[in-house]
């Protein structure tokens, strides 16, 4: 443990160079990973306009298209 905290030392600003490179890379690869999942999980009738047009006639009794 002593030899890692002194290589660690004597590394010096380039550790905190790689520390940050690879954070910045990990917070890249989460932040895309949470986007894949919310537009995978988006609801079926919202990928076309044709597929929205059926979910209102569906639920809303009210709906009529415009011209």
């Known amino acids: 443990m002593a030899e890692a905290l002194d290589t660690l030392i004597t590394l010096g600003w380039w550790a905190l160079g790689w520390l940050i490179v690879l ?3 990990g917070s890249i690869v989460v932040l895309t ?5 919310a537009y995978t999980v988006r609801p079926a009738w919202a990928l076309t306009r044709a597929g929205a047009r059926r979910y209102a006639h569906r639920t809303r009794h009210d709906y009529e298209e415009a011209a």
Do not use: E, F, H, L
């Open 33 to 37: 990973a949470i986007a894949t999942g």
């Open 23 to 25: 954070s910045v890379i």
